[in-house]
């Protein structure tokens, strides 16, 4: 990623300069003016003047280079803990730049993390603020985060707002593992399913085969044991086309998920399936409210606090929504009414609203919401789960008894024979 050098005004008229990292300068523009900022001139640091004025900076960034071959970037884990401590240390009363450099020394297993904040507090030495240096690393540091600091800098309650992103962070952090491990054992489930009828179909399908051809003798199977044992001699002529098949089905669907109609599919599916809807659903409102509530708790303006909460959802669906509030709010109407007319929010969720603004404890209300959906989210995970097991093990059982079964009637056949 290139670095340029920024001129610009925020909403304010205050003029502004600093660093700013992305892939070229179309991005860099757009990052920035998602910050609040108007750019008036954008520069290049690795073109002549530039450089020379940014030596130093640079040579930081080729030992940042250097630590990116080391180990890996900062996880969301990461950046909760790094959020949490430079808290405690604000609300201490220690310098940002002394908070800065205890977490630099905390970060030695991590040399591309300590990189960064090495830049970061670089850039605040230098006499900028702390959301400037964030703003260098868009890819770590989020519109989320980075404005939130810079609201709270802006009203001199920084150790506030680290303390709110910090509790914002572990929740949603605490959500995303809860979803995550519910879907843990469906997925072995479906592993342990695909891996004994692959087994059977290569290893012991055969055998019976073999055995009913010699006793047998050129008779006519049963139907459901002759489509076992089609299948079969497909597994055992051609293993390395069917697990390829299976392999670039399993590749063919994520890249699906990466395409605007597959990422739309999906979003749907997560929406309308009657064992994840709840949990998509409920998840994706606590994350609005929660995000949305945390922002204009710090300070930031409302439309800025829409655009932020927009961009850090991935349902299609739900950001469009959004971006419907976003745009009935420029306009001069209330939230809820517009919220009141998307499909995706609930009545209670809208009615709360409309008391928020109604009441001018907005910020308040969207808390209790998420905190709510919270809680709402734990039990949905919950009856998601408990609906999933049966089904996959139904499933299962299904799958390998109709195996058995094909496998056991020329056997019966044979016995009856023989009787007679």
Not at 22 to 28: G, I
Not at 171 to 195: E, L, N
Request: charged share 20%; aromatic share 6%.
């Amino acid at each position: 990623m290139a670095v340029f050098q920024y001129t610009a005004t925020d909403q304010a008229g205050a003029s502004s300069q600093g660093n700013f990292e992305a892939e070229n300068e179309e991005q860099a523009r757009s990052q920035l003016a998602q910050y609040g900022l108007t750019v008036s001139a954008l520069v290049p640091l690795d073109s002549g003047e530039s450089e020379s004025k940014a030596a130093a900076p640079e040579k930081k960034k080729k030992k940042g280079l250097m630590a990116l071959q080391i180990g890996g970037g900062p996880s969301s884990e990461d950046i909760s803990v790094f959020t949490r401590q430079m808290s405690t240390l604000v609300q201490a009363g220690l310098p940002l730049l002394r908070s800065l450099e205890v977490m630099i020394k905390q970060q030695e297993k991590k040399p591309k993390f300590k990189a960064m904040l090495e830049d970061i507090s670089e850039k605040v030495s230098s006499g900028g603020n702390l959301s400037d240096g964030l703003a260098l690393y868009p890819k770590t540091f989020d519109n989320l985060f980075v404005n939130m600091v810079k609201a709270g800098e802006a009203g001199g309650v920084l150790e506030l707002v680290l303390d709110r992103l910090a509790q914002f962070q572990e929740k949603s952090i605490r959500t995303i593992k809860k979803v995550k491990s519910a879907m843990i054992y469906p997925a072995v489930i479906m592993f342990v399913a695909v891996g004994i009828v692959t087994l059977l179909m290569m290893v012991v399908v055969p055998q019976f085969q073999s055995i009913f051809q010699s006793m047998l003798r050129g008779a006519p199977l049963p139907g459901p044991t002759q489509i076992i044992i089609n299948i079969s001699d497909v597994f055992s002529s051609h293993p390395v086309l069917v697990l390829g098949g299976m392999a670039g089905l399993i590749v063919g669907t994520i890249f699906f998920k990466k395409t605007k109609i597959g990422s739309k599919t999906f979003d749907w599916l997560g929406l309308n399936l009657p064992a994840v809807k709840d949990v998509v659903g409920k998840s994706n409102i606590s994350r609005i409210t929660r995000t949305f509530g945390t922002l204009m708790s710090s300070g930031v303006p409302i439309l800025q606090a829409l655009q932020i909460t927009r961009d850090t959802l991935t349902n299609t669906y739900f950001m469009q929504a959004m971006g419907n509030v976003h745009d009935s709010v420029r306009d001069g109407e209330a939230m809820a009414v517009q919220m009141n007319r998307e499909k995706v929010f609930p009545s209670m969720v809208t009615s709360m609203v409309e008391i928020g603004e109604e009441t001018g404890e907005l910020p308040d209300m969207l808390t209790r919401i998420a905190d709510n959906y919270d809680e709402d989210v734990d039990n949905a995970v919950a009856g998601m789960t408990s609906l999933i097991e049966p089904i996959m093990i139904v499933f299962l059982a299904l799958v390998v008894g109709f195996i058995v079964i094909a496998l056991f009637l020329p056997i019966v056949g044979i016995i009856e024979t023989i009787g007679k």
